[in-house]
């Protein structure tokens, strides 16, 4: 048992920037003729643009024992799925060395393999062979994978006419009921509406309490936080911090913070494909001005930028407060203004929401937004987060209520109202 | 220059092999999966280089997805189409009576066919012709139809090109049906000769996984490859005795069209249905010459399936 389930050293993996640019981009035969003709002694074009290469992965090293469930995190391109590629055999390492005891399933995508012409019966069987469970085993666990995923009417339907939920819900109940050693999974959560959601969280802690080794990719660091024992941080390719997951994840929201601008203020770069995107996000004081420091005591406005692009019915925009990378609280622009469903006006939308004081205690926070059709997909989901402190220069600090120095993070004013002297419990 | 090799060892050696394998890491490439102590599976990824070998025993291993692939593939063209399996029928039955009247009749080839009917020379050949040129046509477009596959999940992609045989061969298996009615209708008799058929159809299996091997890499990497093949197709039937029979080539020029195994399998599955004499020899060179295509096809394949993931 000593013997760890994955052993990674000094894994290294090198893209071309052409290919990693242009990712769907290929050659022409025109091109490599042209090429071969006009410098027909340059064999390898490898060895001649060594300069344009980067490492999507630098001498990566980690063990992890088995039955251990990890967080994988980090920016965006700072390595992760080129990690689990790795891992998973999509991509091939450039120098190092990984092994892997038991058998390795990766989750990259649900319903990789799914054809919408075939039934829902006939995608369980293909998606799971492809995924690599044997027919014999995807028999005896077929009833189960349908009822995990409640389409058992539709199960016989072509998957083109599901709706989004259904097809999900099938997609990783075929998923999540293979019996891997190793799961590797990349944020698959990050889709389906709440209740789904819920339900695959529990099966994903089911799987981590059955002694299964997990890696685990997410940008949620609540999620990231409730199920992994340990965490390895990311950047450039490189680990840069693995640990206990808690003292991880605080050492990751601390690099996102670091973002241009005046504090209190976050601009986002416009992506005109994006049907509502947030575009600034500003903390404005009892003034009016930007402001990042508040007392415990005054309240924050919050003044949102959206840009509106395409009139869909059901966008809405939100944003969590965070502590720690756990959510404090949320909240969507739609609970209050339910007409937003239904129609939005296109073009730039300023919208102000106040968040009350007292509310929360003193400490750091960060605010983190995003934008979404409801119940159907995140549409923008800006990984960088707006940081802001709340302090106790107005309060006393014998008001342990408020205190950050007490557990919580709430800071609630509760009326404490004498109901008698001398009363027995008993009544 | 990487690549990845499946292994199967023993208990007792793991623990060399996994050493062996440690040193080899730099020059060589391994995946290897071998009984650890606890029961477990070890599989080690280093990277590999040079030509690897065919990995046979993993493919084995997926020798189902290779069936659920083809069976995808069957479902998905039968489902909305009306007349479902008659296209697999019509297909060669059309292009077989459109011959019969231009090349048979007009063109004169009716006579030269050694006194078989020009219709069921000529369709004894085109099936066996459809069933490659289907093959080779789909295999080359396989990994890029496949892409969001190939990205996502790891299995032999070898697979998919592969299982495109599949396909063909149930059209096959439909057209067959057909030619047994002809031969009836003919009343050219069946003769031992067609237990040949059951040869002559692997190595045509074999040439045609091959050739669609080959394509569906080159495919990936050039993709002019769409616009090369079915061009390739075309030309490579004139240059085999589908329409003709080889006995029109002039016998100084015979020795090019040995070179062609679709040839000498074409003239086999004649000699095999209408009861002609089967040339050994050609029968011979045409199956070494499938065999050397597949290998080469398949070594060529796994040489270049490390580029797939990053530039498909």
């Known amino acids: 048992m000593s013997t760890p389930a994955i052993r990674v050293s000094n894994l290294s993996k090198q893209f071309q920037i052409g290919s990693l640019a242009s990712r769907f981009d290929y050659y022409t035969l025109r091109e490599v003729i042209v090429n071969r003709l006009s410098a027909p002694f340059h064999r390898s074009t490898d060895r001649a643009s060594q300069k344009s290469n980067i490492w999507a992965l630098k001498d990566i090293n980690f063990e992890v024992p088995r039955g251990q469930v990890v967080g994988i995190i980090g920016h965006n391109g700072a390595g992760k799925s080129t990690l689990l590629k790795v891992l998973s055999r999509i991509a091939e390492p450039t120098t190092g060395r990984i092994e892997l005891r038991g058998r390795l399933a990766s989750l990259l995508e649900v319903g990789t393999g799914f054809h919408p012409e075939l039934s829902g019966r006939e995608n369980v069987f293909l998606s799971a062979a492809i995924s690599g469970m044997s027919r014999s085993e995807t028999t005896r666990r077929f009833d189960e994978i349908v009822a995990f995923a409640e389409v058992d009417k539709f199960i016989d339907m072509p998957v083109k006419r599901y709706s989004t939920g259904m097809y999900m819900r099938l997609a990783f109940a075929v998923a999540a009921h293979q019996q891997p050693d190793i799961l590797i999974i990349d944020e698959v959560l990050s889709v389906g509406d709440a209740a789904f959601q819920k339900k695959c969280l529990g099966k994903m802690e089911q799987v981590g309490s059955s002694g299964r080794t997990v890696l685990f990719v997410s940008h949620n660091m609540g999620m990231v936080n409730a199920l992994c024992d340990r965490a390895i941080l990311l950047k450039a390719g490189q680990v840069i911090e693995d640990g206990d997951t808690s003292s991880v994840i605080r050492r990751y929201v601390q690099t996102l913070e670091t973002h241009d601008g005046i504090d209190g203020e976050l601009y986002l770069p416009e992506e005109p494909n994006l049907a509502i995107q947030i575009t600034c996000a500003r903390l404005l004081d009892s003034e009016g001005n930007p402001c990042s420091r508040f007392d415990v005591m005054s309240p924050i406005r919050l003044e949102v930028t959206l840009n509106v692009r395409q009139a869909i019915p059901g966008l809405l925009a939100a944003f969590a407060v965070y502590k720690n990378g756990e959510t404090v609280f949320a909240s969507w622009d739609t609970d209050t203004q339910p007409d937003r469903l239904h129609v939005r006006s296109t073009g730039i939308n300023k919208e102000i929401v106040t968040i009350p004081a007292p509310l929360i205690k003193a400490g750091r926070y960060q605010l983190k937004f995003w934008t979404a059709v409801a119940n159907v997909r995140v549409v923008h989901n800006p990984a960088v987060l707006l940081p802001f402190d709340i302090v106790e220069d107005t309060i006393d600090a014998s008001l342990l209520s408020y205190a950050g120095r007490e557990a919580g993070y709430l800071a609630l004013p509760l009326d404490w109202v004498h109901a008698g002297t001398g009363v027995s419990t008993a009544d | ?312």
Not at chain 2, 104 to 120: E, Q
């Open chain 2, 1 to 312: 220059m990487k690549d990845i090799e499946t292994e199967s060892v023993g208990e007792a050696n793991s623990r060399s092999k996994a050493l062996n394998l440690e040193l080899d890491a730099t020059s060589h490439s391994a995946i290897t999966p071998e009984q650890s102590v606890t029961g477990d599976e070890l599989l080690v990824i280093v990277p590999p280089s040079g030509w690897i070998s065919i990995n046979w025993i993993e493919i084995w291993r997926f020798r189902e997805l290779l069936y659920f692939l083809a069976w995808r593939d069957i479902k998905v063209r039968y489902k909305q189409t009306v007349m479902g399996a008659a296209w697999a029928v019509l297909q060669p039955f059309m292009t077989m009576i459109v011959f019969t009247i231009f090349f048979g009749r007009l063109g004169g080839l009716d006579t030269k066919t050694g006194g078989a009917p020009y219709p069921i020379y000529v369709y004894a050949g085109l099936l066996p012709w459809t069933f490659f040129a289907n093959t080779i046509s789909t295999a080359s477009l396989a990994l890029v139809t496949n892409a969001n596959l190939i990205t996502k999940v790891y299995f032999p992609r070898m697979l998919l090109p592969l299982a495109t045989a599949g396909v063909a061969l149930v059209d096959l298996a439909v057209s067959f049906g057909v030619l047994f009615v002809m031969m009836g209708y003919y009343h050219t008799g069946v003769t031992l000769h067609v237990l040949l058929v059951p040869a002559l159809l692997a190595s045509t299996v074999l040439v045609a996984t091959g050739v669609g091997l080959i394509l569906s890499a080159l495919t990936v990497a050039y993709r002019d490859f769409r616009y090369v093949v079915p061009f390739l197709v075309q030309i490579w039937m004139f240059a085999t005795p589908v329409i003709y029979p080889s006995s029109i080539i002039p016998v100084r020029f015979r020795w090019a069209l040995s070179l062609n195994p679709m040839a000498g399998l074409i003239d086999g599955f004649r000699a095999a249905f209408l009861n002609r004499p089967i040339v050994w020899s050609s029968i011979y060179a045409s199956t070494a010459i499938s065999f050397v295509t597949f290998i080469i096809g398949a070594s060529y394949f796994r040489h270049v399936e490390r580029r797939f993931s990053d530039i498909i």
